[in-house]
């Protein structure tokens, strides 16, 4: 999965909006325009910022008509693996009172990749049991959007 | 199944709201605090909001893993028509069904992504491959790499002719065919490692002015095609060249040469006659010219009937 940094940049954090810049980071990998323009004020809704919490997500998401899930307690974990495996990224609790954007994992190299709204011109690359502790800091709440997986980026390859 | 957590955590959030507009942190106490209430909690948002639940907790697992499937992407333009019937016809035709169900992305065979090339959020990543019209559609591998690196395009179609079925066998037939060269040679280019070729496709290049697509007949019965205007007669036209052309093919045809050759034997007996009208010496002897003209004669083709013919 890669998203380019210029694109991840519109998604930096200046206002304590963490959640939705990681939530709307998952829309603009996912192709779900009511979830990319989470941040700012379009014809899909007017701009959401500020912090959230669980039920504040479920009442935008009802409101952009954002299908998603929204996802708390101790069986998070299976769910990170699952939008990692299938190719879609995942807004998570990552650090204390903080979300990012689970970007990849390389299961057999025990790599998990993440991108802070902080500083999104890089992806922070996270051992299991780091991950694991950058997780449990926030609490475990991880939103993942429900839809079709998007398609890597096209390319020819010959084979033909 | 409706998670029992549900019943004690709806009075609880409405205090947490309210304790949260006081904080400012991106993910405040409150927040943590709701988690934890919460508990094993998921809430599939945007699906069921007509029947009135705003809750479900009936699947705290993960979805099946959907890796394995394929990729169908339309790339559209605004105010195309092809694009909305190539989108109307995935929706609908029983021919593209068992490709994609765009009510349930969960039952469909391929994941289905419809894209704007207007929607710059999305322009990065088309940058890959060249669009040359619209619709296009795109066909790619799993993702789970089953059949190699994913981002292979397998099929790229621009334009659409209105007839679903031929777009279903299309989709099968670019699937097949990459499956085969997969299956004889996984280790070759399209296991993942194979080499980036540049711009172009290996397939038949974008129409350059869009297919038209049949639009529905104002009659509730097939009008006949109108009768085409006749047009004049083309007229030969006249040189002396090609006169002189025609001359010369007509005297070489068999009819031709006979002509010729009564030609010929006209000119001789009148020359003849002439000489010796004139007591000119002649230029055959009487014997002479018999044998000119009669060997002249056996040239011309027989004007006889043929024979009949026994039969039975």
Known sequence: MQLPTEVRQWFRNFDGSCVQCSVSMCGAWCNVPAATTLLWDTEYGPAVRGGSWPSRVADYCRRRDIKAFNVTGSNTWDWMEWAAKTGRFAAIGAGRAHFQTEYGRDQAAGRWYVCNNNSPQRIDEYSNESFRRLH???????????GPAPPPPPRYIRWW | MKHPTVRLLLPSLALSLLAASLHAQDVPDVARDEILRRGDFVERLGRFQDDGQTAIAEALEPP?????????????TRKCRYCDALKHDFATSPHLKPFVDTSDHAR??????VFSVEDQTQSWRWKGIKLG???TLLVQPPRNGRFGDPQTVVLQKTGYDGDPAKLADAIRQAIAAYARRYAQSPQAGVHGEGESIGYDPPFSPPPRVEPAVPSPSPYPFDVPPAPAPV???????DNALSLLAGLVGGMLTSGGLTNLLLVALSALAIIRTFRKATGQQLLLEDAAYQNLIDS?????????????????
Do not use: E
């Open chain 2, 133 to 135: 019209g619209f619709p």
């Open chain 2, 108 to 113: 469909s065979w391929a994941h289905f992504n």
């Open chain 2, 296 to 312: 002249l004669k056996s040239l011309l083709p027989s004007q006889s009937p043929p024979p009949p013919t026994a039969s039975g």
């Open chain 2, 64 to 76: 099946a893993d959907d890796s394995y499937k394929w990729f169908i992407s339309v790339v559209t």
């Open chain 1, 136 to 146: 449990l800091a926030s609490g475990q709440w991880v939103v993942i959007l429900d």
């Open chain 2, 231 to 237: 047009s004049p007669t083309p007229q030969p036209t």
